[in-house]
């Protein structure tokens, strides 16, 4: 009648930390052992057919072919909002717009520079880092592709970013991620180029295997010194190596392009939780020192239990 | 250097045979077909040639085409569009390179003569002449209201058209109905495509279409009996693939913004684009952008300054207003601005500022409200255990 | 430990009795204008949520692709649910520290908790933007367990639905047993020594789960990188995120007991109030230790007293912690429910607003861009926080939540439409073992 307890003892305690990690683990295991350092690395390695776009700010001569041809390859409508229904006209990448040339231009001196922003696919993404379902993974030839079926709109990946190239459709119903994935699915699958390097006339921007470009683009600078800012290809380290690299006359900051690290920022976020989270080590430690000391403590409050409740006349409230 | 006229002989002569006849240079010819080239530089065979001279060639071999011409209710622009050609002269070359056997505004004969001529002429080349069909054809009150020698159009052009090889419907009129089909339509005007819609039929729509679209297809079929690709508006395509928008001169002004407000102001003068006015060329296939009229540059509607009415379309010309305004519906090239690097977006909402004021200002009135409630309990010295006081607590 | 007689009520907000048990509160309606005016707010954020529901996130919230968090995310699941960590800091300090003193408190932590919870995940449901996607999270080998994101999203309505749920399961099997009928009771009797049984298992996991979700949601602002200001971004982002947790849910609780203690005309416990801002002091100090450490190994000190716009930040958000973490240092401060009122309600500011700093004021992405909430965000984010209230006030009226003495339980529960009341016979005054013993 009463209501009466049996303390727990050591072993149904370890039992049943065992139960509750076990059963956590067992669920978890083969992609944790996946979740490792080795995932992030500091310094990503570039798969073996890893493609890339080589952009030279210098030759471009700010045509704009790339964004017609993009959107038509895609199946995107042109943004004619600031227009009145004539112009393509986005302010920036959004959800109409997958690729774009912008133009940077010093108001006191003469110096400008048109700059051709669109997702950098990068070695070791932030965003699919970041994406708790994996939507957003880099696949063959290195592209990051978004996957409608898996994303669940948290918008995490806009935050990891550091290029802000990924936009969520916030006017529409269903709404997508929309961001350059290399022309995957139209054209790289049939080993076509992308159709904005395929439209431009100059050559400004040019596709091939990113180790060849980037010897291509090194070649450049060795051939013009002191043509290119700071003698560098910009992409070739940037968060730990992107596959669209970029050559400019101008500092890299004035056309948009962030001051970033050479290590990628899933390696930043992931250094100590990849140590901790392994095969559950962390939580599963966790839960046996706490058991310990709640089972000590568990057993003292039993103790006492049937004393305080005949001192109060009131039975003990968990 | 102005030939002779040569009747037409009995039996069809070779191109080459008959300019020789009739004395018009070799330099004349090539000149002609260097037009023919520009004026279909892709989509057509006869054209699709590394030179003049390689077009010449093969065209000089051909048999003089017999064309036979027939006027419905036209206004015979077309043919006037025609006979506008300088390069060579319409006599000088035209008239010796097909073999025109009938047509009324030509044609130097008339009446009795003018019918024995166009009886004689499907006879003798029945199945093999092309039917070229100017104006478009009366079907109200049972075909009376044109009849061509008594028989109502109806009539003559499937008798005509019916014993042609291919039939080729120059102008919008023979295309799809043109003017006459114009609200109200009193006549019940439509095209030959209409009338006679299993038959061979290459539509040349325009008012008028460029002359040389009619010679590159007759003189192809004169090649080799094959037509230029067409659409699904039996339209040959190397003319009719492209609109007007997308290769119009004024292209660049319409990407930066220049239009022209009102007929005769400065952007009228400077040549700006007419897209405000009303200009057709969006929604008009056509290649007048590319090829002019009457071998002049800048010899077309939008050259002058007059927006394009999209007279090849069916579902424009005549129908929309002039000053009516169209719709891109391609995609829309970017004009000249850029965006630039940074953009500013967003907007913060006052109202939504005020609120959030009025939310914090509220809590933390309530807070320290609450706060002076436990001093004021504590200085009220009559209540009992006011003054802090510990237990024996654990 | 003796009950001291009880005292006749005399709106006294005095520090002589001892808590000793949850007890529900049976004085005065439970309708007041206040909470009419709540539960109107709350309606209206419901009626906008289902404007939500049926229209995209963009026209309808300030939110966009440079700014994709709006105060949803950040506001109503990373601030409030540090408000809602007294679960969790209480529990371990109970439990695990062995504060015997701060089970009294337990269950008005442990609802408080859990309805921040609960609240602050309705807001994260309305927030995502693909939510019929969200079942993958049922599927394992769809798990990217490198993200900071997959973890709050599994862990956090586990820890609500599973953990929090059976952590107030008790105090409806005991509203049962005052007020239903002898089969209800029975069932009961029967069931209850399992519960107490598994008790001490599940709560293990009540605490490693929280532990590892609070540290996420400062791991989240990782992988945001430079865009956020070097004076937060910082590898001991989730450490802080954790300690911040613990100091707001003591801190919370504190808070919350005074001012409902206050409302209700209720006594207050010396005791249990010292050793919770004992608690509450040392946390803050644990805090400022940690960011100070950091601060100075990341080389962020001069930035730190720049004194521009993000310094003066800075200042401001560590002052709301120092104070505190000084000030309940002295017994006279522990002691005095004034300055317990305040100090608590500085560090619980103190602690929000480290949380939400890095995630909007300190947040400076390339692009210049402002994000202020649209009315329609507000106003569903006061609609929660409404809700969350209405919810505390229904409970602490209707079940044995808030602490008091044992002698003022008359396990007189207000009635759900349902008349019964356990009568006691004259004479005799009538206390739940009694109750027991006579089998009534």
Wanted: hydrophobic share 45%; charged share 15%; with cysteine.
């Amino acid at each position: 009648m009463n209501i009466l307890e049996v303390s727990l003892t050591r072993r149904q305690a370890f039992k049943a930390m065992l139960g509750i990690g076990g059963t956590v683990a067992s669920v978890v295991l083969p992609k944790s052992a996946a979740a490792s350092t080795e995932e992030h690395p500091a310094h990503p390695i570039a798969p073996p057919d890893a493609v890339a776009m080589l952009y030279d700010s210098t030759i471009c001569t700010g045509c704009k072919a790339c964004m017609p041809a993009c959107n038509e390859a895609n199946g995107l409508p042109a943004d004619t909002l600031l227009s009145g229904g004539i112009w393509d006209m986005p302010t920036g990448l959004n959800a109409q717009t997958k690729n774009i040339i912008e133009l940077y231009q010093d108001p006191k001196s003469d110096e400008f520079a048109f700059v051709k922003k669109q997702c950098m696919h990068c070695l070791d993404p932030a965003c699919v880092t970041g994406c708790p379902f994996g939507s957003l993974k880099k696949v063959d030839f290195g592209a990051v592709t978004w996957n409608s079926s898996l994303c669940i709109g948290c918008r995490y990946c806009e935050v990891a970013c550091p290029f802000e190239v990924p936009q969520f459709e916030w006017k529409a119903l269903n709404p997508k991620i929309v961001k350059c994935e290399f022309c995957y699915d139209q054209r790289l699958k049939e080993n076509l180029e992308p159709a904005c390097t395929a439209a431009c006339p100059t050559g400004a921007v040019i596709f091939g295997k990113r180790d060849a470009l980037l010897d291509q683009a090194k070649g450049r600078i060795a051939a013009a010194p002191d043509k290119y800012y700071e003698n560098r290809v910009y992409g070739e380290h940037e968060a730990g190596g992107t596959q669209v690299l970029y050559l400019s006359s101008v500092s890299f900051q004035k056309i948009g392009l962030p001051k970033l690290g050479p290590t990628s920022l899933g390696h930043y976020a992931t250094k100590v939780t990849s140590v901790i989270y392994k095969w559950l080590g962390g939580p599963v430690l966790m839960a046996g020192v706490l058991g310990l000391f709640i089972r000590r403590n568990w057993n003292r409050h039993e103790a006492e239990r049937l004393l305080h409740e005949k001192e109060t006349g009131f039975p003990d409230q968990l | 250097m102005l030939g002779t006229l040569k009747p037409s002989s009995t039996k069809l002569e070779t191109i080459d045979e008959r300019l020789r006849q009739c004395g018009i240079s070799r330099r004349s010819f090539l000149v002609f077909c260097t037009s023919l080239m520009v004026a279909a530089p892709y989509g057509l065979a006869l054209t699709d040639k590394a030179s003049p001279e390689a077009v010449a060639a093969v065209l000089g071999k051909v048999v003089r085409p017999p064309v036979i011409w027939l006027h419905f209710q036209d206004c015979t622009g077309c043919t006037e569009s025609l006979l506008q050609t300088s390069h060579p002269g319409f006599a000088d070359l035209i008239l010796n390179v097909i073999s025109l056997e009938y047509h009324e505004t030509l044609m130097a004969g008339s009446g009795l003569q003018a019918r024995q001529a166009l009886d004689e002429a499907v006879q003798k080349y029945a199945g093999k002449y092309i039917l070229v069909v100017e104006g478009s054809i009366p079907t109200g009150a049972h075909g009376s209201y044109m009849k061509l020698a008594g028989r109502p159009a109806i009539d003559v052009l499937a008798d005509i058209g019916g014993k042609a090889a291919a039939i080729i419907a120059i102008g919008s009129c023979a295309s799809w109905g043109g003017i006459p089909s114009a609200d109200p339509d009193p006549t019940g005007a439509v095209g030959v495509a209409d009338l006679l819609p299993d038959h061979s039929i290459i539509n040349i729509p325009g008012c008028p279409p460029n002359p040389y679209t009619m010679l590159g297809v007759v003189l192809q079929y004169a090649t080799d009996g094959t037509f230029p690709e067409t659409d699904e508006q039996r339209r040959p395509k190397f003319a009719f693939d492209r609109d007007i928008h997308e290769h119009c001169p004024r292209r660049a002004h319409f990407d930066a913004g220049n239009f022209v407000k009102v007929y005769g102001d400065e952007g009228h003068r400077e040549g700006w684009c007419l897209y405000e006015m009303g200009c057709k060329g969006p929604d008009t296939h056509a290649g007048c952008s590319t090829r002019h009229f009457n071998e002049i540059p800048d010899v077309w509607p939008i050259g002058i300054g007059a927006p394009c009415i999209g007279c090849t379309e069916k579902a424009v010309a005549f129908k929309v207003p002039m000053f009516q305004v169209v719709q891109l519906h391609t995609i829309a090239a970017p004009p000249t601005s850029y965006a630039p690097i940074t953009t500013t977006r967003g907007t913060i909402s006052p109202l939504a500022t005020g609120l959030v004021g009025l939310g914090v200002g509220v809590l933390a009135t309530g807070g320290y409200v609450a706060s002076r409630q436990f001093s004021k309990k504590q200085d009220d010295e009559s209540a009992p255990g006011s003054k802090p006081d510990k237990g024996t607590g654990a | 430990m003796t009950p001291t007689p009880a005292s006749p009520d005399k709106r006294g907000t005095t520090l002589i009795n001892h808590w000793q048990a949850g007890v529900p509160v049976t004085t005065g309606p439970v309708l007041t204008p206040l909470l009419a005016c709540l539960m109107a707010l709350a309606a209206i954020g419901f009626v906008m949520a289902g404007i939500r529901v049926v229209s995209p996130l963009g026209p309808f919230s300030a939110m966009n692709s440079v700014y994709a968090w709006g105060i949803w995310k950040t506001f109503n699941v990373m601030t409030l649910t540090a408000l809602g960590s007294g679960p969790l800091a209480l529990g371990m300090a109970a439990w695990v520290f062995n504060r015997q003193k701060l089970h009294v408190v337990m269950r008005t932590a442990l609802v408080s908790g859990f309805l921040f919870y609960a609240t602050g995940l309705i807001a994260l449901g309305f927030d995502v933007g693909r939510p019929w996607n969200f079942y993958s999270a049922f599927m394992p080998w769809r798990w990217n367990t490198g993200s900071a994101m997959l973890e709050i999203s599994i862990c956090m309505p586990l820890y609500c639905a599973v953990f929090l749920s059976f952590e107030i399961l008790p105090l409806f099997l005991e509203r049962l047993y005052y007020t239903g009928n002898e089969k209800a009771r029975a069932f009961l009797r029967h069931v209850s020594p399992r519960i107490r049984k598994i008790y001490p298992v599940v709560i293990i996991g009540a605490y490693v789960i929280p532990l590892m979700h609070q540290s996420s949601l400062g791991g989240l602002l990782l992988l945001a990188g430079d865009k956020i200001n070097p004076l937060w971004q910082s590898p001991a982002l989730p450490w802080l995120y954790l300690v911040t947790a613990a100091l707001c849910g003591f801190a919370f609780t504190i808070f919350l007991l005074l001012i409902v203690c206050l409302r209700y005309g209720r006594k207050l416990d010396g005791g249990v109030l010292s050793e919770l801002a004992n608690l509450l002091s040392g946390m803050c100090l644990l805090f400022l230790t940690i960011r100070a450490v950091d601060l100075i190994w990341r080389g962020q000190i001069h930035a730190a007293f720049a004194f521009n716009k993000m310094s003066l930040l800075f200042l401001l958000e560590t002052s709301l912690i120092l104070i505190p973490a000084v000030a309940l240092r002295f017994r006279r401060v522990r002691e005095t429910p004034r300055a317990l009122l305040n100090m608590s309600a500085l560090a619980c500011v103190g602690g929000m607003l480290y949380r939400f700093i890095p995630t909007s004021i300190a947040y400076s992405p390339m692009r210049s861009t402002s994000y202020f909430p649209s009315v329609p965000e507000l106003v569903m984010a006061v609609g929660y926080i409404s809700l969350g209230i209405v919810a505390f006030v229904f409970a602490i009226n209707y079940f044995a939540v808030l602490p008091g003495e044992a002698s003022t339980w008359d396990h007189a529960f207000r009635p759900f439409g349902w008349k019964r009341r356990i009568a006691a016979p004259t004479g005799i005054p009538l206390t739940p073992a009694t109750a027991l013993e006579r089998g009534v």
